[in-house]
């Protein structure tokens, strides 16, 4: 790679504001730095970048999945069920990612096979999995999960937190799934040209199902950590949870239109995300101005990217 | 039986009007204290607020392109919020309030129109993006310094307020007769006798050759855009005077209520392609099975969740007939 292309790289730009933002609050704060804090940013990322490898291979594929928050709601309620009744833990991450899994199967049906645009569906579903969920606590909440799973959520590992490597080894593992693996490859065909990558071979239906399905999985997951790292479940959790995934996403570099983008960038992008939350706090900026900052911050990186495009086009 | 099916299934206004007679059928029987004048004619005065936003994402969605409006909930907040802030903390004349309120709407839409026409955004990309920031700045407006950092519903109106939301003309609700109806007669002059619906269904259905006959596709985009946030901040303001309290979540998940009811109501999803009065008989569907369930005592949240399996289902019931159509 020449520098000049390192330099216009969309990850390059994200782990500069990154390191930039860094540097700004640990001189604006005394706590950025500290061990403490530092541990939670990472604690509270790792769901973030979990759901964001299935997130960016959705938006490569041209499509979106706005349910994700419920999803994370749903599987950490079932989650949380099961670990009041004292459930193994073995069978308490198979049936988080079994739930998730159902779901995302239930998306990704719908809209591969019965043809109903991406928004559609799971924006119904959003609503759907939410009234569900409502029913299954019936209004309570669910608080003091046993000790034994909150090692997934809260444990370390050379000082960094486990579900931190567990999203890290994911996030490695999936680039090299996307980047060197035929299915990878499909996903990015179908995000660039669809015509093109069925004449080619690509089962479009198949792949699609595959995105959906595994993004379900994969939140799944993260609804476990969740309830691992907090110990509580209640009928509003993971709401709004889809914009701060959506937003990672979309500041790493992945392009709306599909077929391009990284989930090395959607980690950085979530770091990006995880950072301004956080220095937001530090500076005691009210937390009703977050929606106000992401939002902003996601149009400015697509203007970006918009203003870009015309440059190459020259 | 088989092809009588079919024609049902095929003509939409036939189809919804079956389906409105017997949800109507279902809870007069089933319901009690459903089949009454008071119910029925309060009934509408909820269907306005719904029915003005499923006309915003009618407009939106019409334009194609992936138009759609995620914003319309957040945009109706921050107008209940500026209006509610204006006349209640401010002190501010209650008409010149909600005049700039009804502005801040077109400003909100404005913006969103710029952005997706001008700047090429997709609107799922701008709308989400507008809808966390509308949604963050009515709760910004919302704080009241002196009771602490907390947001605040503001619910101190002079009685003048409450007209619009709450009288009625002879039996009829204030908002229907002097809202609802003539934006409707609008709408419908604008979409089927001016100019502009052709150019929009033009537009809609095919871009590249709107284009070629010589049709402002970016004007066409920025005006529906425009209207959407209108729609929404008429809606905010007869919300507001109906509930006498602005209050800074008040909008929360109508974005999915409008667009379903747009849909259901047959405007198809990619653009060109749907009917005034298919919305209308999609409100008052959709009115009717919240009424319903109210008064049978489900409770609030699964509204919302049959919204989602309805949404979900009728478009791909119009999915599944596109696809038999092209044989």
Known sequence: MTRRTLFRKREFTVFGLIVVLAVVFSLTTERFLSMSNLTNLLLQLAGTAICAIGMTMIIITGGIDVSVGSMLGMSSVVAGKLLMGNAPVLLVVLAAMGVGLLMGLTNGSLIAYGKVPPIIVTLGMLNIIRSLLFQLLGGRWISGVPPAIRVIGLGKWLGIPISMWIAVLLILFFSYFLNSRPLGRAIYALGNNPEAARVSGVNLARTTLFVYALTGVLVGFAGLIYVARTGIVQTNTGTGFELEVIAAVVLGGTSILGGKGTVIGSLLGAFLVGIIKNGMILLNVPALSEGLVIGALILISVVIDVIRARGERL | ?327
Not at chain 2, 76 to 99: C, D, Q
Not at chain 2, 231 to 241: D, E, K, M, V
């Open chain 2, 1 to 327: 039986m088989r092809r009588m099916l079919g024609q049902i299934v095929e003509n939409r206004m036939l189809f919804l009007l079956l389906l409105l007679l017997i949800l109507f059928i279902v809870f007069s029987l089933g319901v009690p204290g459903f089949f009454t004048f008071y119910n029925l004619t309060n009934m509408t005065q909820y269907g306005v607020e719904l029915g003005l936003l499923a006309l915003a994402e009618m407009l939106v969605i019409l334009s194609g392109g992936g138009g759609i409006d995620l914003s319309v909930g957040s945009m109706l907040t921050l107008v209940a919020m500026v209006i509610g802030v204006l006349i209640g903390r401010v002190g501010f004349n209650p008409s010149l309030s909600i005049l700039l309120g009804l502005l801040a709407g077109v400003g909100m839409g404005y913006v969103n129109g710029v952005l997706v026409s001008y700047l090429r955004i997709l609107p799922l990309i701008v709308t989400l993006a507008s809808l966390y920031i509308y949604k963050s700045l009515a709760l910004i407006v919302a704080v009241d310094p002196r009771f602490g950092p907390n947001p605040m519903p503001v619910s101190n109106f002079p009685e003048t307020f409450y007209f619009v939301g709450q009288f009625r003309v002879g039996g009829i609700p204030f908002q229907v007769l002097f809202i609802f109806i003539p934006v409707i007669l609008i709408l419908w002059f604008l979409l089927e006798k001016h100019a502009f619906g052709r150019y929009l269904y033009g537009v809609g259905s095919n871009e590249t050759a709107a284009l070629f006959s010589g049709i402002d596709v970016r004007r066409v985009r920025l005006t529906v855009y425009t209207l959407a946030g209108l729609l929404a901040a008429l809606s905010g303001w007869i919300i507001t005077s109906r509930i006498a309290s602005a209050r800074p979540d008040i909008g929360l998940g109508y974005e999915m209520q409008a667009i379903t009811i747009a849909v259901l109501g047959g405007v198809n999803i990619k653009g060109g392609e749907g009917t005034i009065g298919g919305v209308i008989m999609g409100v008052a569907i959709i009115t009717l099975l919240y009424n319903g369930m109210q008064l049978a005592g489900i409770h609030q949240i699964w509204q919302l969740g049959s919204l989602g399996l309805v949404l979900v289902g009728s478009v791909f019931l119009n999915q599944a007939l596109l696809a038999r159509r092209k044989f």
